[in-house]
Every structure is written in C-alpha cells, then in structure tokens.
C-alpha cells in the first residue's frame, strides 16, 4: 500500500476568499508580518499498490479532487504512517 | 412541452421548477440522479440545492452522476439544458460551461433578490430585449464566477455572456454590482451554440405571482416558443 498527500490550492491570480478572510484577520490581530495567507485543501489516500499508481492519482486529482480551471495540486507520497 | 428535472441527492429547488413549469402549463416529470433514460424530455433542468452536500466542491460529484452522460449527450445534440444556482454549479464542473464557481467574496450566504440586467447573448433560454432588468432571489453561497481574461473575452465575443447582476436602474457599479464578488457582474452564462445556460439567480421562484414577481416567466416560455419555432 501506498500512501498519498495532495494539497490543493487555488491558481495564481485566483481570489481566496477565506484565505483574504484570514489575511485581515491575522492582520487585526497584530500579526503585521503576514503578507499572504492562502488556504486550501489537504487529502489523504491509501492506494493499493499497482502499475501507474502515480499516474492514476494524477488522474483522481484531475477529474475529481481539484478542479484544473481554478486549482493547482501538489502530490506528495510518504511511506511513514500519517 | 415536457421538462425534466433531475433530482440529485441533496437537491431542494426541484419541486419549485415543477411548480413554476406547471404554472405555466407545460408537463414537468423529475428524473432521478441514477437514470440513464431521458429521451421523453424536451428539456432538461438541473435545480438548485446541496447535491452530494457540496463536498470536494459543489457540483464535483454531481457531475459524474450516471444521468450527466445523458444530459451531457442531450445538450450536444442541441436539446435544452438549465443549470440553476447548483444546477449552475454541476454545468461549470462538466465544463459543459466554461469557468468555475469561489465562495463568495464576503463568506456570507446570500439569500435575496437582486436586480439583473439581460445582456446581447445567443442564450436560447432568453428572448428579453437587451438591457431589460428583471428582479430575481439569489440564495447561495458559491456564487463568485471566475474564468481566465482569455476565456471572459472569448464568450464576450461570442455572445454567452447572458446575465450580469446590476444597480436597479440597470447600470453597473463601478465597484461592480456583483453581491457576492462574481467576475464582471456576471450572473448568467451559456455555451456558444446558446442551448445550455447557467444562472445563480432563482428563475424559477418568480413565476407564480403569489411569489411578489413573475420575471422569472421569460427564461421558460422563450425556451418553449423557441423550441415551437424550431418544429415549425
């Protein structure tokens, strides 16, 4: 079995409500150092092992857990547990 | 004239499109998210709701639903298809409508009506004069439309651009009029060939007068008058 780490987050030029959200709120809190808060979305997978396995979680984060007309993923694989 | 509208799991406006297409004195039947027949329909409508409870994104499951193969084959061969609000949403996912719903920009639901103006579109579900603004309910939380500059120019040119939210004298805020964000107003879009529309607003909702308006009225009967046209 392998184990999978996607994060998902909007594209570049693409306005995060929540992450603006968080922005000015850090912000009023006195947190003047944050420039930037973009936030997104964190999938854990379990994968059986098989051919492709890489490319078929490509293919998963494609058609289903991020929407490429608006979203940017990033795959990262772990042996250890979570 | 026979509608169909397609009830997804977590769907709630359905039975505000039977309603409003009865009023009007066209048949309406639901067809459920699993069914793969919908040959007795002349159009098909996607309503609003919370399908698959808007996990992942809202619309994102919904669009693998076994009956959007179907809907999907309906539109290519020219038969009408309406996205309303998550209807909108499901339409944007199956990119049969270019471009993809945000929260909106204030992270509050919205729920009220709000004025639209109607603009020059090839929209077949839309026969008003352009420049007309009615008044519809909005009733969302994902409503903010964005697609890239690349994309908003070509459909522009093309004439999907259908609605744009406005003041209430059909002028648009320089701020922009958008109450939850939308990307140059826009409230309404359809597919080159104009037989699929999304709309966030809530036609549906203002057709029977005992609702406080019937501006909902024109976006059903241009489709039917459309579609009596076609068949001569």
């Given at each position: 079995m392998a184990r999978y780490e996607i994060f998902v987050t909007y594209k570049k030029g693409i306005f995060d409500p929540p992450g603006a959200t968080a922005e000015r709120a850090l912000a009023n809190l006195?947190?003047?150092?944050?420039q930037s808060v973009k936030i997104g979305k964190y999938v854990q997978l379990e994968v059986a092992d098989g051919p492709n396995a890489l490319t078929r979680v490509r293919e998963m984060c494609d058609k289903?857990?991020?929407?490429?007309v608006i979203e940017d993923y990033r795959i990262q694989s772990d042996e250890k547990d979570w | 004239m026979r509608f169909g509208v397609v009830i997804f799991p977590?769907?709630?406006?359905e039975q505000d499109v039977v309603h409003a297409t009865r009023y009007l004195g066209y048949e309406c039947e639901y067809v459920w998210?699993?069914?793969?027949?919908?040959?007795?329909?002349d159009a098909i409508v996607l309503p609003g709701g919370f399908s698959y409870?808007?996990?992942?994104?809202?619309g994102a499951v919904a669009?693998?639903?076994?009956v959007m193969a179907e809907v999907m084959r309906f539109a290519e061969a020219g038969g009408p298809v309406l996205g309303v609000c998550n209807g909108f949403q499901i339409l944007c996912e199956a990119h049969m409508l270019p471009g993809a719903m945000l929260r909106n920009r204030g992270l509050k639901f919205i729920c009220r009506e709000v004025p639209l103006r109607v603009e020059?579109?090839?929209?077949?579900?839309v026969d008003l004069p352009t420049g007309t603004v009615v008044r519809i309910p909005i009733n969302h939380n994902e409503g903010n439309y964005v697609c890239s500059p690349d994309t908003l120019a070509d459909m522009e040119a093309k004439g999907q651009v259908v609605l744009r939210y406005c003041e209430p004298d059909g002028t648009r805020a320089p701020?922009?009029?958008?109450p939850n964000g939308s990307l140059d107003d826009i409230a309404g879009i359809c597919n080159e060939r104009g037989n699929v529309f999304g709309l966030m607003p809530h036609p549906e909702r203002m057709?029977?007068?005992?609702?406080?308006?019937?501006?909902?009225?024109p976006f059903f009967t241009s489709i039917v008058k459309r579609l009596a046209d076609v068949a001569g």
């Open positions: 006195g947190y003047d150092e944050v289903l857990l991020a929407n490429p | 977590g769907s709630n406006c998210h699993a069914d793969t027949d919908i040959s007795g329909f409870g808007d996990y992942i994104r809202t669009r693998f639903s076994p020059k579109s090839v929209c077949q579900w701020g922009g009029s958008a057709v029977d007068p005992v609702a406080n308006g019937t501006d909902g009225q």
